[in-house]
């Protein structure tokens, strides 16, 4: 069975970062390397990586690793991440400490302690999304490895929420002052990334934007995936269907494109609400937002489950 895949807490995948190419590439080698190793992630073990290994996960030339990968190291550690929870934001630094060791072309990284539980074997979790490396190994553009994620953390339904601009731009860690008009961001991040997630990685997403008078207020995805005849592919969780039927006739390519067609154009009878727990709900809240609002904003599209329904 292929080992090389990455899991991650879902309150990661919707956290507020930037990194570059190489600094997320890193850190996703670094969890697959681990769980391959049967190494332990925590915050007293560091975790190496070597510049052929770095070179062979993703296909690049060994001669510019080496600089690449001293670059990122310092630049890595110097990174934070931010998560909601509850109506608390947490703000933390990716790494402890990191080397480089400029004999070898090795580098070595301790992971931050409050990074640890989102990271992690957390197979027992409920919220956490599981997928290959190999899927975002070929990307090039940061943002189209955090689309895929945020897309692909919706796999048990194949389609996202509508995801808010503002939201939307801080979990593809575009910062405030880059891409300030629409034009320059879609076609500098969204149709890029885009562009190679439909070509590069196993599944085919279909994005629709949506407008409050002549504004794009917002983006969803629906999506498909390209299933894979000699591994198994990773779910969500234990309670994820496969849900791409095997088709007799036409290209793969384009028996997906007709079922995303399908899937956007048809209007179904009753519109059904997703059970979710409160876990779950807490990682579709907004910076500042109550509880009470969160409920109500998204209580045409999820019930929330309490495990005491007299403690909300």
């Not at 630094?93 to 640890?116: M, N, P, V």
């Not at 899937?263 to 727990?277: L, W």
């Amino acid at each position: 069975m292929n080992k090389d895949v990455v899991i991650k807490d879902n309150a990661l995948i919707n956290a507020t970062y930037t990194l570059s190419l190489t600094e997320q590439r890193i850190l996703l080698l670094s969890i697959v390397l681990a769980r391959k190793n049967n190494q332990a992630i925590d915050h007293n073990e560091y975790l190496r990586i070597h510049a052929n290994d770095f070179a062979e996960a993703y296909g690049v030339d060994k001669k510019n690793v080496y600089r690449d990968l001293k670059t990122a190291c310092n630049t890595l550690f110097r990174r934070e991440f931010s998560y909601v929870q509850g109506r608390t934001i947490i703000r933390s630094h990716w790494l402890q400490s990191s080397k480089y060791h400029e004999d070898s072309g090795e580098i070595e990284i301790l992971f931050a302690r409050e990074l640890i539980p989102f990271i992690e074997l957390i197979e027992e979790k409920l919220c956490y999304t599981k997928y290959f490396l190999e899927d975002v190994a070929k990307m090039t553009s940061p943002y189209a490895i955090r689309l895929y994620e945020l897309i692909i953390a919706w796999k048990s339904t194949h389609k996202t929420p509508v995801f808010e601009l503002a939201e939307f731009r801080n979990r593809l860690g575009v910062e405030e002052h880059e891409y300030p008009r629409m034009s320059d961001f879609k076609r500098r991040v969204l149709d890029v990334a885009v562009k190679q997630i439909n070509e590069l990685s196993n599944i085919q997403i279909k994005m629709t934007q949506h407008k409050k008078g002549r504004s794009i207020t917002g983006f969803s995805f629906t999506f498909v995936e390209i299933k894979k005849k000699d591994s198994d592919t990773p779910e969500r969780d234990p309670n994820t269907r496969d849900w791409v039927e095997e088709e007799d006739s036409g290209s793969p390519v384009a028996d997906v494109q007709a079922l995303l067609k399908k899937m956007t154009n048809s209007k179904p009878e009753k519109k059904q609400r997703k059970v979710i727990t409160k876990q779950q709900a807490e990682l579709l809240a907004r910076v500042g937002e109550t509880w009470d609002d969160l409920l109500e904003r998204i209580k045409d599209d999820y019930f929330v489950k309490f495990d005491n329904p007299k403690k909300k």
